[in-house]
């Protein structure tokens, strides 16, 4: 029997009278899919390398290229599509098991757009967020269980607080930038992250990659992540963030470790890791010394007396079907703040077939969650960080609607950088310079371009957020967390409505 | 001066600056006429040199002390008193290549097509801010007073 | 009597590149020129594409028509000095005009060389390098019949006036003494691919040959014909002499200055006499390939020449650190470039001749050569044909003398370029002279 040959992904269509032949398609493609044919004077084009990242369309100077899915079509068939036949067809020439980028991509239903917002209309006055202060500072940290207060008035002017707080991080807006580790991104994307979090006041994440020293003097707005490969984590290391997060699991993959493969570990990306150059980076499923609560618990106390209490210690952990529970237990565990990451969470490689099959929503996570902490009165005994697929201000409003503290967003920034979701990122080819260690590619990111776009973008959100708090009544972040009042369901079905604790749409108080 | 400043460490080496600079100095100051309709065909003044993947635009540097100036045997490179910028009158040059045998960065390139003549950075007369600095995607090269 | 803080006398590169420099620094000052040619500046080596009809008259000035104005400059032009008293500070006009200095720059030039021969005064005969020669020439050619010219000397000038008459449907034939033409340009290869050329558009190249006689024809007083050394005959109606230039050193000589073949200078282009500088063709200044006191009678060092003796005379304290033979030239239609010692065979010093390496590249059928020469590892000549893009690059190399072992291999790829250099080297040339890397 003959090979099979697969169809490619994409057709990229080139107007010839806009053609210049300038080549710059040419050279700026990792994967070699322009070539230049110097005899007649013309480039060519070989799809079948072509991964869809659109670096040659946007930057053909006369507008020439359009990037497409293949048009060619085989017979219509529900069960069946081009994708399945496509994968079925890899692993028979290969044996191996399928990789991919980024987050879920099949169509399951996305809750947020099932979610409405409510506005004020006459009995409660919408408030104006560009003449009147609007308050998004979040703490994120362990809150007392009663505020105790010593002297002062009648009114309560001139009192003091008695409570020893607990370490709070104090992020300027609810958002913060996910757990994206140096290896699986270029150090150049690192740096917009921690330059980004550092100017706009939030922090971001290092991932299972160990802090490069170069990001050294942004620990402020670190937090330095303890995974269950324990790369790159030394003294130095726990010192130099701001907060410790310990890794049990990620949306993406839960119940698997993360992966880095070997064509992404160079020199330095192997000194931060402390791996040898080259090998795959292979984090192992469970961490091998928490086998159960009680050795989480242990673990917790361990980073918080190596770091003199001084930083608050998190755990983050899929959205699976249980996630109510282990949460409460990670709670009681003593974490200072659990993130939960859903079923849309990004990565730089998973299987496939975990990515798209293993995990829930983060939407019912987070309602899920919530509830239970607060049923259980021990919801203000961490913050909840939610993360897994935010991609506009709306969502983001309506997760802290839900109950969280707090969102992480990984895939929003990289697009803010520049990615379109081409998922290929264990390729190590990115064309934007930002999942790869390829040098003549990491330069195509100029972190103080990705760093202003960072800025941007959580400004905008930030001003979104600001105007539909405004719409709402609200002038504080706070009195919005957990308020489930404020949204409404459309398109649910009951169960669905009772999970997020929400009333559909067009039923008053 | 406001001088263009090259940060190589950006440079993609996409070379987009030189086919901005060749349709900025063009007859038509249109991309897809200048580069399929125009006789003699445009030439670009800044020169992407690419090794492995270190790679950095360069351009005439419009130097306090230029060599151009002192080797010209026409008189036709002479400097713009309110740019400071080096600028070579076209139709005066004879294209003896004087200059590009001193010129230390090798910035001149010969206009070999048509009348010949010495072809290099001018700082875009006229322009705000040179293209190339303009179009670079990076950020690589910047004008700023130096 | 004028009086007059700054003489020039010249009207040339140096002096033009004096008068700027000066204006630099001093703009009221006042400032003379004098030249016995009666033409605005002009640049000197168009005159071979005015010949062939090129350029036109008027694109040969070498500054616009308001330079003098500009620069407020009195310029006493188709006047010339006939003496120079240094005590006095004095020079003395054809005309009796007495001119008084405070500081002078003797930018004078050089004159072509025409060896004694008979028939030397014969109509027809020309030398030429200046304005007048060209004019000369041009008129002649209009009123006489010249189906045939004979050229005495296969140097740079002989070349670049073979060029104009060919463009003008001249025959031409080149007599020149030595084995090869440009025999101080370059060396036999690169000569042989010009020779080819040459004889590719229609002329003669007749080496190891001199001319000893030349005869008139049929026209009483007219150029008919030369003799050989070997008493061939070759016909002809008009010859150019372009054996070579000497600097006029005459005036400087009467007033008792310092002078060596050309003026002898300082660092500070300082005559031996106070006050009185000296600039360009006329000069014999520190030579930094022969490394010894030589004219090099080139145009960017009259120019920069020029510049330094204009800012010391106007109170700056520049340094002349010394003059790289170089020359730039398209020869039937073949760009070339050839800086320093490009012969290493024609070194009269043997060890140093034996100290030196050469590399190369020669692909004789395109007519591409590429030629280096090294000494203890810092390159000291090059001669570049064809491809000669970029060539300043090794010109800053050997005016840096920068050490080139480490990218020794990459000097002969076409891709050569400032990434083939040391990283710190190329990081303060593009950032810039004076500013910090």
């Known amino acids: 029997m003959a090979k099979v040959p697969i169809a490619p992904d994409f057709i990229v269509e080139r107007d010839k009278d806009k053609c210049i032949s300038c080549q710059v398609c040419c050279r700026m493609c990792s994967n070699d899919a322009h070539v230049y044919d110097r005899e007649r004077d013309q480039v060519d084009t070989l799809s079948g390398r072509c991964v869809g990242c659109h670096f040659c369309e946007s930057f053909c100077p006369t507008g020439a290229l359009t990037v497409r899915q293949n048009p060619s079509q085989i017979r219509q068939n529900a069960n069946w599509n081009q994708q399945m036949l496509t994968w079925v067809a890899k692993q028979a020439e290969t044996g191996g098991v399928l990789l991919t980028g980024m987050g879920c991509d099949q169509p399951f239903p996305i809750y947020w757009d099932h979610i409405l917002l409510n506005a004020s209309q006459v009995t409660n006055p919408s408030i104006d967020p560009l003449r009147e202060p609007m308050e998004l500072r979040t703490y994120i940290g362990r809150k007392p269980d009663r505020l105790e207060l010593a002297g002062g008035s009648d009114q309560g002017k001139g009192a003091r607080l008695k409570n020893k707080l607990e370490k709070q991080l104090v992020l300027q807006t609810p958002i913060l930038f996910s757990a994206m580790s140096y290896g699986s991104i270029s150090l150049n994307a690192c740096k917009s992250l921690a330059w980004a979090a550092s100017e706009f006041g939030t922090f971001y994440n290092t991932g299972e990659g160990g802090l490069h020293r170069d990001l050294y003097p942004y620990g402020a707005n670190t937090i330095v992540q303890v995974a269950s490969g324990r790369f790159g984590v030394h003294m130095e290391y726990l010192k130099a963030g701001a907060a410790i997060e310990i890794k049990i699991g990620q949306g993406a993959k839960p119940g698997i470790g993360g992966h880095l493969p070997g064509e992404k570990v160079d020199e330095e990306v192997s000194r931060t890791r402390m791996i040898p150059v080259g090998t795959d980076a292979l984090s192992p499923a469970p961490h091998h010394d928490i086998y159960s609560i009680e050795d989480l618990r242990q673990l917790i106390y361990a980073l918080k007396e190596a770091t003199r209490y001084e930083k608050p210690v998190g755990v983050k952990i899929s959205a699976v079907h249980n996630v109510a529970p282990i949460a409460t237990g990670v709670v009681r565990a003593g974490a200072d703040f659990v993130t939960i990451d859903g079923l849309r969470g990004g990565t730089g490689a998973a299987p496939t077939v975990i990515r798209n099959n293993v995990g829930i929503p983060i939407e019912l996570a987070i309602a899920a969650v919530d509830s239970r902490l607060r049923q259980e009165g021990i919801r203000n005994h961490a913050s909840v960080i939610a993360a897994g697929g935010f991609r506009t201000s709306g969502d983001i409003i309506k997760a802290i609607a839900l109950g969280a503290d707090a969102v992480y967003i990984g895939t929003a920034a990289l697009v803010a950088l520049g990615c379109h979701l081409c998922q290929r990122c264990y390729t190590g080819k990115c064309n934007w310079g930002i999942a790869t260690q390829d040098p003549f590619l990491t330069k195509r990111l100029n972190p103080a371009i990705g760093a202003r776009r960072l800025v941007n973008l959580l400004r905008a959100w930030s001003l979104e957020i600001k105007e539909m708090m405004g719409g709402m009544g609200i002038n504080a972040i706070e009195s919005l967390r957990g308020n489930r009042e404020a949204l409404r369901g459309v398109g649910l079905s009951d169960t669905e409505l009772k999970i997020l604790g929400i009333k559909p749409a067009g039923e008053a108080w | 001066m406001k001088r263009i400043v090259i940060h190589e460490e950006y440079c993609m080496g996409c070379r987009l600056c030189e086919i901005h ?126 | 009597m004028v009086k007059t803080k700054y003489l020039i006398i010249g009207n040339s590169i140096a002096a033009v590149n004096a008068v700027e420099a000066i204006r630099e620094i001093d703009r009221h000052g006042s400032l003379c020129l004098v030249s016995d040619e009666p033409y605005h500046t002009y640049s000197r080596p168009l005159i071979s594409y005015y010949l062939g009809n090129k350029v036109e008259e008027e694109a040969l000035s070498y500054r616009p028509d308001h330079f003098y104005d500009l620069n407020k400059v009195q310029a006493f032009l188709g006047d010339k000095v006939v003496s120079l008293n240094c005590r006095e500070k004095q020079v003395v006009l054809e005309d009796k005009t007495y001119i008084q200095f405070e500081k002078l720059l003797l930018a004078t030039g050089g004159s072509a060389i025409m060896p004694q021969m008979p028939g030397q005064n014969l109509a027809g005969v020309f030398t030429f390098t200046t304005l007048d020669d060209a004019q000369r020439v041009k008129k002649f050619i209009a009123t006489h019949q010249v189906k045939k010219a004979v050229v005495i000397g296969g140097g740079l000038i002989g070349l670049k006036v073979t060029e104009a008459l060919v463009a003008l449907n001249i025959q031409v034939t080149i007599i020149e003494l030595a084995d090869r033409i440009l025999s101080a340009t370059f060396d036999r290869t690169a000569s042989r691919i010009i020779e080819r050329a040459l004889k590719g558009i229609g002329c ?147 060890d140093r001749r034996n100290s030196l390496e050469i590399i190369q590249d020669y692909r004789e059928r395109e007519s591409i050569y590429k030629k280096i020469v090294l000494e203890d590892n810092r390159i000291v000549g090059v001669i570049l044909i064809n491809k000669i893009d970029r060539a300043g690059i090794y010109t800053g190399l050997i005016k840096d003398r920068v050490d080139v072992a480490y990218f020794r291999e990459y000097l002969l790829k076409d891709d050569f370029g400032l990434l083939s250099l040391p990283r710190e080297y190329r990081k303060h040339m593009v950032i810039g002279q004076g500013i910090e890397i």
């Not at chain 2, 030439?43 to 635009?57: D, H, I, K, T």
């Open chain 2, 21 to 146: 600079c060749l349709v900025q100095h063009s007859k038509s100051k249109q991309i897809i006429k200048a580069y399929k309709g125009e006789f003699p065909k445009p030439l670009s003044r800044v020169l992407v040199e690419e090794q492995g993947y270190l790679s950095f635009a360069l351009q005439c540097r419009h130097c306090e002390d230029a060599p151009c100036l002192e080797a010209c045997m026409t008189g036709s490179l002479h400097r713009d008193a309110e740019t400071g910028a080096v600028i070579c009158h076209e139709d005066k040059c004879v294209g003896c290549w004087m200059c590009i045998m001193v010129c230390p960065l090798g910035v001149i390139a010969r206009r070999r097509e048509g009348k010949k003549a010495a072809s290099k950075c001018d700082l875009c007369a006229g322009e705000k801010i040179p293209v190339c600095v303009q179009h670079c995607p990076n950020e690589a090269i910047t004008f700023e007073e130096r």
């Open chain 3, 204 to 350: 003669a190249c007749l080496t190891n040959s001199t001319v000893k006689e030349i005869r008139q024809g049929e026209e009483e007083g007219r150029v008919g014909s030369v003799v050989l050394k070997d008493e061939s005959q070759i016909e002809c109606q008009m010859v150019i002499v372009a054996v070579g230039v000497r600097p006029r050193v005459d005036l400087a000589r009467e007033a008792g200055i310092s002078l060596g073949r050309g003026i002898l200078v300082d660092e500070y282009l300082k005559t031996s006499a106070e006050d009185i500088y000296a600039a360009g063709d006329a000069v014999e200044a520190y030579d930094l390939i022969a490394k010894m006191p030589r004219p090099v009678a080139i145009l960017p060092t009259a120019a920069k020449q020029g510049r330094i003796a204009g800012y010391n005379m106007a109170g700056g304290r520049k340094v002349y650190e010394g003059s790289i033979p170089m020359n730039s030239v398209e020869l039937a239609g073949i760009p070339t470039i050839s800086v320093g010692l490009t012969d290493p065979a024609m070194l009269a010093d043997v």
